[in-house]
């Protein structure tokens, strides 16, 4: 049962250009979401996150909007650059009980010249 | 540097052969989550725990793998009779509380990489 789903494995961007990331999810419960970036060998690094009772998060060339209503989450990265180019991830967690995180399958980022 | 340390960063073992790993959190952070991450996937929460107590373990988790924490600092995660399917990354995070409740970000490790034969 996979409660969080990036649908698209990979994106090609134009450096400059705006990347644009998506994430859905099933479970109305989850009530905090956050977008992880992993480079090969590393570990996932912390990108921005989201509150669910906020629909737009901005940190720098990052930001996040969240649907509750489509349960739907995007991640927009702009101007896009050449480090970008990772894989992303999205995450979600359900309620103040549990501080487990469930992941999506994540998107490759790359971004061209 | 005083991120999330795991050691070791790979581990190459026979099938049936007990292996541990080690995670060092930030200093500051009193949870500690462990993952499992495969080819294709995003990573798989295994358990976690604040300070020494461990607070909540994945159906993931069989009974072959243990986790400590015992002084509430760095954990363990132990897997005994190791299998091919046990061939994974396993990440470790650390979070520390944060104002508002129940909004911690958690930071990883550079994990480890078991390779089972």
């Known amino acids: 049962d996979q409660q969080v789903k990036q649908n698209s494995p990979s994106l090609s961007v134009q450096e400059g250009r705006i990347s644009i990331l998506n994430c859905d999810y099933t479970?109305?419960?989850?009530?905090?979401f956050l977008w992880y970036k992993k480079y090969p060998a590393e570990g996932p690094t912390f990108l921005i996150s989201?509150?669910?009772?906020?629909d737009k998060n901005e940190d720098g060339r990052f930001t996040v909007f969240l649907n509750k209503s489509a349960k739907h989450l995007s991640l927009h990265i702009v101007p896009s650059q050449p480090g970008d180019s990772a894989v992303y991830f999205c995450?979600?967690?359900?309620?103040?009980?549990?501080?487990?995180?469930?992941f999506g399958t994540g998107t490759r980022l790359q971004v061209f010249p | 540097d005083t991120g999330v340390s795991q050691n070791p960063r790979h581990k190459i073992t026979k099938r049936g052969q007990n292996v541990t790993f080690r995670c060092d959190p930030i200093?500051?952070?009193?949870?500690l989550y462990w993952y499992r991450q495969t080819l294709g996937q995003g990573p798989e929460f295994l358990t976690y725990f604040q300070n020494e107590a461990q607070l909540e373990k994945s159906r993931l988790l069989s009974d072959r793998f243990s986790a400590e924490r015992p002084k509430g600092s760095f954990s363990t995660l132990e897997i005994q009779r190791t299998e091919q399917g046990d061939s994974a990354m396993y990440l470790c995070a650390s979070s520390g509380r944060q104002v508002p409740q129940g909004t911690d970000t958690q930071y990883f490790g550079p994990g480890t990489r078991l390779t089972v034969l």
């Open positions: 995450a979600a967690r359900r309620g103040y009980n549990t501080d487990k995180l469930i």
């Open positions: 479970n109305s419960m989850f009530d905090y």
């Open positions: 989201i509150s669910s009772i906020k």
């Open positions: 200093s500051e952070h009193n949870r």
